[in-house]
């Protein structure tokens, strides 16, 4: 019967925490891409404003109108920085919950290595005992 290997709870918990860590990963960067093309697609609307104004209240009106595309640009850009932070720190957590897991599954890899020869060094010692067996009886049946 082969040993369980003694800490597979823990290596079990580790994945958990680095597939969550994972999806926490997805969700940071979805949220960051979707900031970044509001941010550019309102940069671009900024841009291509090619109205002429007829009269001075025209003029202000564009003015007003383009002061708070401004300003709404410039809370897009504030957005996509902090999404980036949090993307970054998401990263760094999957990352660490990554470490986690693999020396544990370094171990949990090394403990089946070492199963595994226990288990073939004991079928050895007995396919030895059953070669020197049929040896010895084959030694005394050439005696008689």
Same mark, same amino acid.
């Given at each position: 019967?082969?040993? %369980?290997?003694?800490? @597979?709870?823990?290596?079990?918990?580790?994945?958990?925490?680095?597939?969550? #860590? %994972?999806?926490?990963?997805?969700?940071?960067? %979805?949220?960051?891409?979707?900031?970044?093309?509001?941010?550019?697609?309102?940069?671009?609307?900024?841009?291509?404003?090619?109205?002429?104004? @007829?009269?001075? @209240?025209?003029?202000?009106?564009?003015?007003?109108?383009?002061?708070?595309?401004?300003?709404? &640009?410039?809370?897009?850009?504030? &957005?996509?920085?902090?999404?980036?932070?949090?993307?970054?720190?998401?990263?760094?957590?999957?990352?660490?919950?990554?470490?986690?897991?693999?020396?544990?599954?370094?171990?949990?890899?090394?403990?089946?290595?070492? &199963?595994?020869?226990?288990?073939?060094?004991?079928?050895?010692?007995?396919? @030895?005992?059953? %070669?020197?067996?049929?040896?010895?009886?084959? #030694?005394?049946?050439?005696?008689?």
């Amino acid at each position: 019967m082969t040993r %369980a290997f003694a800490l @597979d709870g823990l290596l079990r918990l580790r994945r958990l925490e680095q597939d969550e #860590a %994972a999806g926490s990963l997805a969700a940071a960067n %979805a949220g960051r891409h979707e900031s970044a093309a509001r941010e550019a697609a309102a940069r671009a609307g900024l841009g291509e404003s090619l109205a002429t104004p @007829d009269t001075l @209240d025209a003029l202000h009106g564009i003015a007003a109108a383009r002061a708070s595309a401004r300003s709404m &640009v410039a809370e897009l850009g504030a &957005v996509t920085l902090e999404r980036q932070r949090r993307a970054e720190e998401a990263q760094q957590e999957y990352s660490a919950a990554r470490r986690n897991t693999l020396s544990l599954e370094k171990l949990a890899a090394r403990h089946a290595e070492t &199963v595994a020869g226990e288990e073939l060094h004991a079928e050895q010692i007995v396919l @030895d005992e059953l %070669a020197g067996t049929a040896w010895q009886r084959q #030694a005394e049946g050439t005696q008689r």
